[in-house]
């Protein structure tokens, strides 16, 4: 989820769902211990006590492919209060798996076996360490392979995206590795993929046997999604959506990203389509604005004719 659950996403999930831990964008570590701004730009909330506004626990993650850089910032992370720290084998960017990072790793278990045992003891056994990877690289082969790496090496608990590299994010996710990878490892198994709504997470689990699930694409697609799982909250409707990006909208301007507003809102709308039909036809309008002040007209716009709709209402 690079630039998109970002620290002002994460403020804003965090307050409308009840969330176990977040997990922060990956943070990039080729061949140097990366100096603290690093750390406190891709994860702000390390300067207060690493937890966001609503209290809930951030987990820095990291990407890399050498043991001892992964260990020495996976120290650093920790001693800067991050909530433990987890290692993404998971990424399929052609970019980064170029360089040998994310998903490209789950080619070589011995490898991902290093880095995982690197960082376990590079950190205190009282903080957590743990990984997130996907079923495999060009295809499953070597799933049980990876998932055993990880636990041998020490890993804390393990979060598995139920796709390969090469099946991208087309479904189906194919939850039933998951199962055979939960039966196996003694440890906390976390399933992820394919997770849009409650309903999707009830069957999930029930397949998996997970009682943890990781939710991605499907947290901006719902808002509220994890209030839906855990606390059976209604589905934020679209007027809630709408309020809710426009809160969004006031404090991205604010920010230090503000110049890439059009386009982080743009994109928002792009995964808010699959579960709203409304979004789909407000974007039609704004998509083609390339300024805030147009975007967010429209959004008022948008907001104010379904207050006017909802006091016509008997």
């Known amino acids: 989820m690079e630039g998109v ?8 999930l965090s307050a409308i769902n009840p969330y176990d831990l977040m997990v922060t964008e990956f943070i990039r570590v080729v ?100 990984a997130k990877i996907r079923l495999g690289f060009e295809d499953k082969s070597l799933f049980m392979e990876n998932a055993l790496a990880i636990y041998e090496a020490g890993a804390s608990e393990i979060a598995i995206h139920a796709r390969s590299k090469v099946d991208g994010y087309k479904p189906p996710a194919y939850w039933e590795y998951i199962t055979a990878i939960r039966k196996k490892l003694p440890i906390p198994v976390i399933a992820n993929g394919e997770i849009w709504s409650a309903e999707d997470a009830s069957r999930c689990m029930e397949v998996t046997g997970c009682d943890s699930i990781m939710v991605g694409r499907g947290a901006i697609s719902l808002p509220n999604l994890a209030a839906t799982i855990k606390i059976s909250a209604p589905a934020y409707d679209w007027q ?62 948008a907001y104010a004719e379904l207050m006017e709709i909802e006091k016509q209402q008997p």
Not at 5 to 12: A, G, I, K, Y
Not at 81 to 101: E, L, T, Y
């Open 5 to 12: 659950v970002d620290d002002l996403m994460r403020e804003m």
């Open 240 to 301: 809630q959506v709408l309020k809710l990006m426009l809160i969004y909208s006031e404090k991205e301007l604010s920010g230090r990203k503000s110049s890439y507003y059009p386009s982080r809102i743009k994109q928002w709308f792009g995964y808010l389509n699959r579960q709203y039909p409304e979004a789909e036809q407000l974007f039609r309008q704004l998509r083609i604005y390339k300024t805030a002040d147009e975007i967010i007209r429209q959004l008022e716009q």
């Open 31 to 130: 061949d140097q211990l990366l100096p603290e701004k690093v750390y406190y730009r891709l994860c702000p909330e390390l300067l207060h006590g690493g937890t966001t506004a609503s209290g809930t626990p951030v987990r820095v993650q990291l990407l890399g492919q050498d043991p001892n850089w992964m260990a020495e910032n996976a120290l650093r992370a920790i001693e800067l209060g991050s909530k433990g720290v987890d290692a993404n084998f998971g990424c399929p960017a052609k970019m980064v798996n170029r360089s040998h990072g994310g998903a490209v790793l789950l080619k070589n278990p011995e490898k991902i076996h290093e880095i995982v045992k690197a960082m376990r003891n590079a950190v205190d056994q009282s903080q957590p360490v743990t």
